[in-house]
């Protein structure tokens, strides 16, 4: 499933295939800083355990979004620039 975000470009090439993820979300050429924010409020309604690929095309993101996880107790699951595999806090899942 996918839902429309803000700089909702194509993106460039193709994800890692072997990747399951319930949400995409792409923050085009986006600043991390503007990314971060924007996605902020797109996983705010999400269930935790929410698994989302994340594109960013900033070359900042493979520093960025690894610091932002850890702050933010998400889980970073994999990531080859520009794909990001997120997990939404993995802690408050209900099993």
């Known amino acids: 499933m996918s839902r429309e975000t803000p700089g909702n470009a194509p993106s460039a090439g193709a994800h890692p295939r072997e990747w399951e993820f319930d949400e995409e979300f792409d ?3 986006e600043t991390c800083g503007r990314v971060i924010i924007n996605l902020y409020t797109y996983l705010l309604p999400m269930p935790p355990g929410t698994r989302v690929m994340l594109i ?6 493979p520093i960025e979004f690894p610091a932002w996880c850890r702050m933010t107790r998400n889980t970073l699951l994999d ?14 899942k209900k099993e």
């Open 27 to 29: 923050g085009g050429e």
């Open 56 to 61: 960013s095309q900033d070359p900042a993101a």
């Open 79 to 92: 990531m080859r620039h520009p794909y990001y595999l997120i997990e939404y806090k993995p802690e408050q």
